[in-house]
């Protein structure tokens, strides 16, 4: 390469170099609050060949690493209370959370394996970040974002899909207790349906969901916009996506639920997107 060459070459170098620091700091100038404790970890071993079980720290350490979070804007939760899991949840289901027998069937694990307190802890503690991440949006107008959580398929009086309680409805309702009366829309974007959500939030006319699944589970409540697009690439599932939005009504307080096992080749979920 000729002098001339190497000169414009590394005059670009430079350029680009300028031009990634740019972007790194608009990107750690981004408003987003997060939500997370070191305790977002499923104390079951015996679910580790099904889910990643410290998921939250992963995409906790790439928020980071991308800086698309600074450190002053992570948060730590507190745990949601028994009473708060008591505006959605049935009080003698709720006390049934306190036997391993019951959480080893809704977790799918052997009984002996659970420590209960420390597993129902870690539950609570997801339960609480989505509250507060709710709270914050609404006082603040702002995206948050809590990194356990969607716990969509428990529902009143029962747990399902390794999932005892409804964070999403918890939030929801302990929100109505402190005044919010606004519509609240759900986009439920993992690969399966929100059945759980569905059935706990069916006496509020003022919550919308809408789901865009990759299996039909089954008939859902009234008022449950679902689209099941098995097998869907990223074209169809992005055309799918805006054909839903089109369809959500202007909401006061939006939940949106992005699940990792939209991805082709998930173990769990039955699309196809990529991870671009």
């Known amino acids: 390469m000729s002098e001339r060459g190497r000169s414009v070459l590394l005059r670009f170098a430079a350029v680009l170099e300028k031009l990634k620091s740019w972007i ?8 987003l609050d997060v939500w997370h404790s070191p305790d977002y970890r499923l104390p079951l071993p015996g679910l580790e060949a099904r889910i990643e079980l410290r998921r939250a720290d992963f995409a906790l350490w790439a928020l980071l690493e991308r800086r698309v979070l600074s450190p002053v804007r992570l948060h730590t939760p507190q745990r949601i209370s028994y009473p708060s899991m008591a505006r959605v949840h049935d009080r003698g289901y709720l006390e049934s959370l306190t036997l391993p027998a019951t959480l080893g ?106 789901s865009l699944s990759g ?9 449950v916009d679902e689209t ?27 939940f949106v639920i992005a699940g990792g096992d939209v991805l082709a080749g998930d173990r769990m979920g039955r699309l196809g997107m990529s991870l671009a």
């Open 24 to 31: 790194r700091a608009k990107a750690a100038r981004v408003r």
């Open 105 to 210: 069937r809704i977790f799918a694990v052997d009984p002996s394996e659970l420590v209960v307190d420390e597993l129902m802890g870690a539950v609570r503690l997801a339960c609480g970040g989505t509250l507060a991440a709710a709270r914050e949006a609404l006082r603040f107008q702002r995206a948050t974002m809590n990194l356990l959580g969607g716990f969509h398929h428990a529902g009143r009086a029962s747990g399902g899909g390794v999932w005892p309680v409804n964070d999403l409805a918890i939030a929801i309702a302990e929100l109505r207790t402190e005044g919010f009366e606004g519509r609240v829309a759900i986009l439920d974007l993992d690969a399966h349906p929100p059945d759980g959500t569905a059935d706990c939030l069916a006496r509020d006319p003022r919550v919308w969901i809408g």
């Open 228 to 254: 099941v697009i098995t097998g869907a690439d990223d074209q169809g599932y992005l055309a799918a996506l805006e054909s839903l939005l089109t369809r959500m009504p202007p909401p006061a307080l939006a």
């Open 215 to 223: 299996a039909h589970w089954g008939p859902l409540p009234d008022g």
